[in-house]
């Protein structure tokens, strides 16, 4: 249900912009009725309004201006641009809805240096596999055995959040059901290994999932390491307040509005 603040600014609107963006919208003369638009239409009509509005603007209208953390600057190279630039959250949401993509380097500020001092000739030659014939047939083993069902299940969960922005409580949710299922998961592991599942908190609501297995009993001083990462944030930048993924069956708002998703 929409919140009465919402409904209050839709019915502030002018009637040019309405008309402008779907005609099929029941009109007057100078006004319109909002209780009688359906559900699609007045999420559709509030999109378009936010849209129009300053992005801080509209953050704060939504109850979510404290997640610009406006005093907090940051540390952003605009890609195209030689030289980085102090800004605010705020001004980083405003280069997405100019549609400018950028690296936040406030924690990284080296990032890419070390690659650049490397040698080329690192990569002239193909890496080469030194998996043994026995080794080789475990992996064509495995692979045959993989199905993409488990995958599917836990995407369709993840995109049930509204979002998972990772200043949004949605943001923890998501990644407290990725930290309970990755333990669910692990606790069905052989007695040869060791497993532990552990949340990494930030200084924002949602935090990372660390998962750490290794051989049970192994005293190897120098052991190797194989590591993954991926990240299971979700964030609308030209809303950050609004869904994401962004489902397009779930609402009939304008394209404009849901651009650079991430």
């Known amino acids: 249900m929409l919140a009465p603040k919402f409904l209050a600014l839709a019915a502030a609107a002018s009637a040019s912009l309405v008309l402008a ?26 999109l ?11 953050m704060t209208l939504t109850g979510h201006g404290e997640e610009l953390l406006e005093n907090r600057l940051r540390l952003v190279r605009v ?4 030289e980085a630039h102090w800004m605010t959250e705020a001004d980083k949401l405003r280069l997405k809805r100019a549609g400018k993509d950028f690296e936040d380097l406030t924690e990284t500020p080296d990032l890419g240096k070390l690659n650049a001092q490397r040698a ?5 030659k193909p890496p080469v596999s030194k998996l043994s014939a026995e080794d080789k047939e475990d992996v064509r083993r495995i692979w045959e055995g993989i199905t993409d069902k488990h995958l599917r299940a836990d995407i369709e969960k993840l995109t049930s959040f509204w979002n998972r922005n990772a200043y949004s ?24 290994v060791k497993t ?31 590591i993954i990462g991926a990240h299971q944030d979700s964030l609308n930048y030209r809303m950050p307040f609004f869904r994401s993924p962004v489902r397009p069956t779930s609402a009939s708002f304008s394209p404009s509005c849901v651009a650079n998703v991430k």
């Open 21 to 46: 963006n779907d005609a099929q919208l029941p009109l007057g003369v100078n006004n319109f009725n909002v209780a009688s638009l359906n559900t699609a239409q007045r999420e559709s009509l509030l």
């Open 48 to 58: 378009e309004l936010f849209d129009a509005m300053d992005i801080e603007q509209a």
């Open 79 to 82: 890609f195209g641009e030689s």
């Open 120 to 124: 080329s000739q690192l990569y002239d």
């Open 169 to 192: 409580n949605w943001g923890k949710l998501s990644s407290e059901w990725v930290q309970g299922h990755v333990t669910e998961i692990l606790a069905g592991a052989t007695k040869k």
């Open 196 to 226: 532990t599942v552990t949340a990494f908190p930030h200084s924002f609501p949602q935090s990372s999932v660390i998962a750490h297995i290794e051989a049970a009993g192994d005293d190897t001083a120098e052991k190797k390491l194989v």
